[in-house]
């Protein structure tokens, strides 16, 4: 039986002590998108608590990924940018309110996808939406990038948020377990 994962472990810090959830909470804010729609995710939770904790952002877990981005879609007909923090296996239920909602009426939905399913995976599951996931992004012809640098992620993640509102279409930022260091399983936890 595989071993049950446990907390994250933050792969990278920036020189000035920050990590990668402080670069996209950094970003977040330059871009003005306010509201952050999440389904809890062990790997996120510390950009998650970090949002919650500013005042700048309106933030609230949501069920389901396809009712956050029916919140995101809500939003941004109200004048309001937001975004949506899932992991990779939420990403499997949200092709029909891609295809049918958000890509079709130009919506901007911003999601960041803790990346699940790779480089050392327990979970079958979790692998088979992993390599799933990009070709329907591409199918719907949706703009993905995987993040595995911490010097890369600042400028990914501004100029995506960037051309996903002029463009009006939606991006999808992958955050590869490279880049926050993705789960830890006990075993590795006891030997560090």
Not at 76 to 87: D, E, I, V, Y
Not at 94 to 119: C, D, H, K, W, Y
Not at 146 to 168: G, M, P
Request: net charge neutral.
């Amino acid at each position: 039986m595989p071993t049950e994962p446990q907390t994250t472990q933050p792969a990278q810090r920036a020189a000035g002590g920050g990590g990668w959830d402080d670069l996209v909470l950094a970003a977040l804010k330059r871009n003005d998108v306010r509201l952050v729609t999440y389904v809890p995710d062990r790997v996120l939770t510390p950009l998650i608590a970090k949002i919650h904790a500013d005042p700048f952002f309106t933030a609230f877990a949501t069920t389901r990924e396809e009712e956050a981005i029916g919140i995101i879609a809500g939003a941004w007909m109200g004048g309001m940018r937001g975004t949506l923090l899932m992991q990779t296996s939420g990403f499997a239920t949200l092709a029909n309110v891609l295809a049918s909602l958000v890509v079709p009426s130009q919506i901007p939905a911003i999601m960041f996808v803790s990346e699940r399913g790779t480089l050392g995976e327990f979970n079958l599951g979790q692998a088979l939406v992993c390599r799933t996931m990009r070709p329907v992004l591409d199918s719907l012809a949706m703009e993905h990038r995987t993040v595995t640098r911490l010097d890369e992620l600042d400028f990914i993640v501004d100029r995506s948020i960037k051309q996903a509102v002029a463009t009006q279409a939606p991006v999808a930022l992958i955050l590869s377990p490279l880049l926050t260091g993705g789960k830890v399983f006990k075993s590795e936890a006891a030997s560090a």
